[in-house]
């Protein structure tokens, strides 16, 4: 069965820094999710895309995160500058096509983002 | 977003059936009811959802009051791989992209 595949797996990073977390989503969705869960608390929406363009992303996703679907396969969530609080596991989900369907979000296993 | 309620935790024993229940009052007419699974160090996985009608799949049955306000996940035979934290979300229908509002979930532990 198809899945989605998260890069890398855990991620340390200085505070400060600029991290790159990368996903390559099924082949044949058009949705792109990004989720984070910080240790021990509930799993947060970010961000979704379409069509090349966020379609809504939520209060956490300030002017420090950036998404991008550089080619027909990656989908990225970059942070412009790290703080400790973006320590978390950062988790992408695509879908197909969900017109008035609501067609199941397929997840990844997460990134793990350490920031010291 | 309607907000859902579900049991901090349950137990069942291997094999036994499991019933997970989620209360929902608040629920518009055009909510969806998922479900989704966390299992340790895992993404989300989605289980199963509907809109009005009972739905099964492979994975689980999702049973869905005739009121709406309430739904029951039952998986039929549980093994050791169901334990995990199990998610009652309600979403929208419309077009494109929607999010998922996750609360604490249903921690399900499952006995040998």
Partial sequence: EPEVTQTPSHQVTQMGQEVILRCVPISNHLYFYWYRQILGQKVEFLVSFYNNEISEKSEIFDDQFSVERPDGSNF????????LEDSAMYFCASSPTGEGTNSPLHFG???????? | DAKTTQPNSMESNEEEPVHLPCNHSTISGTDYIHWYRQLPSQGPEYVIHGLTSNVNNRMASLAIAEDRKSSTLILHRATLRDAAVYYC?????????????FGKGTKLSVIP
Avoid: F, M
Wanted: net charge positive; glycine share 10%.
């Fill in chain 1, 76 to 83: 990225t969530l970059k942070i412009r500058s790290t703080k």
């Fill in chain 1, 109 to 116: 296993n997460g990134t793990r983002l350490t920031v010291t």
């Fill in chain 2, 89 to 101: 979300i309600l979403s929208a229908s419309g077009a494109g992209s929607y999010q998922l509002t």
